[in-house]
């Protein structure tokens, strides 16, 4: 059984930085790509940022030059290093890592930005 445990969230003024972490415990397996979604109330879960288990990764252009996502594979651990947060970034979000093939879910952090 896979278990992604998310922390970092919070409440930020716009224009700061935020870090998000999720690690993926468990053993014998292999994660594959990782990476974050996130939904806002009132709208649907949306894809932030993924990264492959070489390194590539994707962005929605919404974050494109603002969020950057990584990774630490000897530590299944996925980062969402947020910078320039605005209003419309509030959300609870979600990690996500795929092993081999099954996506398994974080229980989800919820980041509140004021403007």
């Known amino acids: 059984q896979v278990q992604l445990v998310e922390s970092g969230g919070g409440l930020v003024q716009a224009g700061g930085s935020l870090r998000l972490s999720c690690a993926a415990s468990?053993?014998?397996?292999?994660?594959?790509?990782m990476g974050w979604y996130r939904q806002a109330p009132g709208k649907e879960r949306e894809l932030v940022a993924s990264i492959t288990s070489g390194g590539t990764t994707n962005y929605a252009d919404s974050v494109k030059d603002r969020f950057t996502i990584s990774r630490d594979n000897a530590k299944n651990t996925v980062y969402l290093q947020m910078n320039h947060l605005k209003p419309e970034d509030t959300a609870v979000y979600y990690c996500?890592?795929?092993?081999?093939?099954?996506?398994?879910w974080g229980q989800g952090t919820q980041v509140t930005v004021s403007s």
């Open positions: 996500y890592a795929r092993v081999p093939v099954i996506k398994y």
């Open positions: 468990g053993s014998g397996f292999t994660v594959n790509a």
